[in-house]
T-cell receptor, first 113, second 110 residues
Framework: DAEITQSPRHKITETGRQVTLACHQTWNHNNMFWYRQDLGHGLRLIHY???????NKGEVSDGYSVSRSNTEDLPLTLESAASSQTSVYFC????????????FGPGTRLTVT | GDSVTQMEGPVTLSEEAFLTINCTYT??????LFWYVQYPGEGLQLLLKATKADDKGSNKGFEATYRKETTSFHLEKGSVQVSDSAVYFCALSGSNDMRFGAGTRLTVKP
């Protein structure tokens, strides 16, 4: 069965370190997304990609970057982790925009100390 | 820009009670509307959707109708179960990204 996976599921890091969160999907979807989930804010879009070598900034992109070298993967990098980036991060993919649903991974809980 | 507002929780109900979670939206054009559910420790999963005005989405006893005149997409279920305890998100998707509401936590007590 097709799926979307994230690793690690839990991560503790120190302020100032670079951190990369992995996202891998086997749906063969062109569109991939990264969100962060914080209490009271719902899900906020960090970055998204509509295909290989395409990346776009979302609503809360400062301090994050992504690259898309193949269809299956969209890693999220925190260049210099800050305590404000402590959150739960979700990766999602979809076949298209508009009426197409997004499929979500299980999430990565990141703590920056 | 496009946005979604849903009722704040938490909501606590007894088993077999009627559920309504309100959702209203602001959007240009004709967005698609969704309800997602998130169980503890998991990612979001699609519960139901509607892609045009007057469409009704339904799944697992939940229903929501796309009301363009009131810009609403309220989630309803006639008789909730303990297993429905989760966080529910209303979302809309226009021509580009998807926008989510803040989520409503539902707890159903036996």
């Amino acid at each position: 069965d097709a799926e979307i996976t994230q690793s690690p599921r839990h991560k503790i890091t120190e302020t100032g370190r670079q951190v990369t969160l992995a996202c891998h999907q086997t749906w063969n979807h062109n569109n991939m997304f990264w969100y962060r989930q914080d209490l009271g804010h719902g899900l906020r879009l960090i970055h998204y990609s509509y295909g290989v070598h395409d990346t776009n900034k979302g609503e809360v992109s400062d301090g994050y970057s992504v690259s898309r070298s193949n269809t299956e993967d969209l890693p999220l990098t925190l260049e210099s982790a800050a305590s404000s980036q402590t959150s739960v991060y979700f990766c999602a993919s979809s076949r298209g925009t508009g009426g197409f649903e997004q499929y979500f991974g299980p999430g990565t809980r990141l703590t920056v100390t | 820009g496009d946005s979604v507002t849903q009722m704040e929780g938490p909501v606590t109900l007894s088993e077999e009670a009627f559920l309504t979670i309100n959702c209203t939206y602001t959007a240009t054009g004709y967005p698609s509307l969704f309800w997602y559910v998130q169980y503890p420790g998991e990612g979001l999963q699609l519960l139901l959707k509607a892609t045009k005005a007057d469409d009704k989405g339904s799944n697992k006893g939940f229903e929501a109708t796309y009301r363009k005149e009131t810009t609403s997409f309220h989630l309803e279920k006639g008789s909730v179960q303990v297993s429905d305890s989760a966080v529910y998100f209303c979302a809309l998707s226009g021509s580009n990204d998807m926008r989510f509401g803040a989520g409503t936590r539902l707890t159903v007590k036996p």
